[in-house]
């Protein structure tokens, strides 16, 4: 069974540029969920989506962040415009339903100059 | 405040000793999940353990084992015979029904296995 897909695996841009990220989870998986790690941190969940709806996004910096799941599947969060501190590894996970294991992507690790 | 406390920052072990990694969680839901997850170098999460609120039976995975004590609130976690390829960051993570589920991940135990 395929994993939790994510790219690009790297990105480098300079502040005030924008950035988006993709997301493919495993097939079958309902509910999606983007994280932010920080260096030294535990991943900060940013967004969950249940199908192509938003289950929780209180924790999305939505002035900047935005992310969407329009056919139920995929997804692709955005920064725009990304600031120094947005500096992270972005992580995706998906999971069966709510209740169930999350399982993770490999992360985008994101650098801003 | 924290609901997921993982009080060791780093631990290193020489090779072949054993090590146990504490996790103690703060909640009043009466269901909720316990999660363990392993990350590497490589930077992904690893699953390892899944728990909820009602089965306090403790769990061995070869050289794994976890404890899980709910009148301490703790959810510990040993590996027995440390081999280099257990270093990582490990993760604990509590998962609440009265809040959807949500994920509340501690910050996190490096530890670093010496050949």
């Known amino acids: 069974e395929a994993g939790v897909a994510q790219s690009p695996r790297y990105k480098i841009i300079e502040k005030r540029q924008s950035v988006a990220f993709w997301c493919n989870p495993i097939?079958?998986?309902?509910?999606l969920y983007w994280y932010q790690q920080i260096l030294g941190q535990g991943p900060k969940l940013l967004i969950q989506?249940?199908?192509?709806?938003?289950?929780?996004d209180s924790q999305l910096p939505k002035d900047r962040f935005s992310a969407e799941r329009l056919k139920g599947v995929d997804s692709t969060l955005k920064i725009q415009p990304a600031k120094l501190e947005d500096s992270a590894v972005y992580l995706c996970?998906?999971?069966?339903?709510?209740?169930?294991?999350?399982?993770f992507g490999p992360g985008t690790r994101l650098l801003v100059l | 405040a924290q609901k997921v406390t993982q009080a060791q920052t780093e631990i290193s072990v020489v090779e072949k000793e054993d090590v146990t990694l504490d996790c103690v969680y703060e909640?009043?839901?009466?269901?909720?999940?316990l999660f363990w997850y392993k990350q590497p170098p490589s930077g992904e999460l690893v699953f390892l353990i899944r728990?909820?609120?009602?089965?306090?039976q403790n769990e061995i995975s070869g050289r794994y084992s976890w404890n899980f004590q709910k009148s301490t609130s703790s959810f510990n976690f040993t590996i027995t015979a440390s081999q280099v390829v257990d270093s990582a960051v490990y993760f604990c993570?509590?998962?609440?029904?009265?809040?959807?589920?949500?994920?509340?991940f501690g910050t996190g135990t490096s530890l670093t296995v010496i050949p």
């Open positions: 996970a998906s999971s069966l339903v709510r209740t169930e294991t999350q399982y």
């Open positions: 097939s079958g998986h309902a509910t």
């Open positions: 989506f249940q199908n192509n709806g938003v289950v929780d």
């Open positions: 909640t009043r839901d009466t269901t909720y999940y």
């Open positions: 728990r909820n609120s009602f089965d306090e």
């Open positions: 993570a509590l998962s609440e029904r009265n809040t959807g589920n949500q994920f509340y």
